[in-house]
């Protein structure tokens, strides 16, 4: 089955979902993946609200978004907020997000190390890579509905060289230790052995957070998570669940329902909870 998380704009999608994550985790099921928290500072005081991306009341600013890589827990960061981006601090806006005039500056670099981090999931599940053209849509209408994929050598969706995703991506290495994702503060998740230490369980729950403009509208960013919810259900993957803005969810329906049949879209409250580990758990995650 596939989910999808939608709702408005900081309504506390990414938190929901951290926290059904480890509710999965200590019932067995296994999650792989990315999840994306945003990187919050407390609003100082007499500072107007809502303009950057402040919560609901105001009291925080948002600046940034990390991806912790599942389930490792690796954390990159991976955008910062455009304003803050341009100040040229220890962060270089990458091509495919300028590309797109996207809100916020996102790294070339962590979208190659995500994507490397996709790949070896999709090796794991069965399934071709992103540039193999391999993950065809089902139907002839879904040839017609599906994104076309587009080719990394032009401005719609600039390249990344090969050795910046090896060298950037934890799964390149050997994780040793406690990850940076389990020392943070607040997080609710964690830390499992290195992808390339284990081999993921079967039944495990993917989890992609979020599919935006880049991969809906222009099939760049996240690419190998693409190809990975495009194959459909797999058995190591039965079941996905991939975070979505509300102007994209036509969109994401009309790319990935030919292969998972009708996706089900779920808000961040306990009756999306209750229903995503009763579907994990009649899959057989619990061990």
């Known amino acids: 089955m596939l989910f999808l ?30 999840v994306a928290p945003g990187q919050w500072v407390p609003r100082p005081k007499g500072q107007p609200g809502g303009k ?85 849509p089902a139907t002839a209408q879904a040839a017609v509905d599906a994104p076309a994929a587009t080719p ?7 390249p990344v060289a090969a050795e910046t995703a090896a060298k950037t991506s934890p799964l390149a290495q050997t994780s040793t230790g406690e990850s940076t994702a389990a020392k943070a503060e607040g997080n609710v998740l964690a830390a499992a052995p290195a992808a ?18 880049l991969e809906l509208l222009r099939s760049c960013g996240l690419t190998n998570a693409l190809a990975i919810l495009d194959a459909g259900p797999t058995p190591q993957f039965p079941h996905a669940i991939a975070v979505v803005r509300e102007t994209l969810l036509d969109e994401a329906r009309r790319r990935f329902e030919p292969r998972w049949g009708k996706a089900t879209v779920i808000g961040p409250d306990d009756a999306a909870r209750n229903l995503v580990l009763e579907t994990a758990r009649a899959a057989g995650g619990a061990h």
């Open 196 to 213: 390339n230490e284990t081999r993921l369980a079967p039944h495990a729950m993917l989890v992609v957070d979020e599919l935006g403009r």
């Open 52 to 136: 950057h991306g402040f919560d609901g009341a105001g009291r925080f600013e948002k600046l940034g978004i990390d991806n912790v890589l599942l389930p490792q827990g690796e954390r990159i960061e991976f955008a910062r907020r455009r304003d803050l981006a341009a100040e040229g601090k220890a962060f270089e806006e990458g091509a495919q997000a300028k590309a797109a005039k996207l809100g916020w500056a996102i790294s070339d670099t962590a979208i190659a190390q995500v994507n490397a981090h996709f790949a070896m999931l999709a090796k794991w599940a069965g399934i071709a890579p992103a540039d193999s053209g391999a993950n065809a």
């Open 5 to 34: 998380l939608t709702g408005d704009v900081q309504i506390g999608k990414t938190r929901w979902l951290e926290d059904l994550c480890a509710s999965l985790q200590a019932a067995g099921t296994c999650v792989a993946g990315v």
């Open 152 to 158: 990394l050598d032009n401005d719609v969706c600039p």
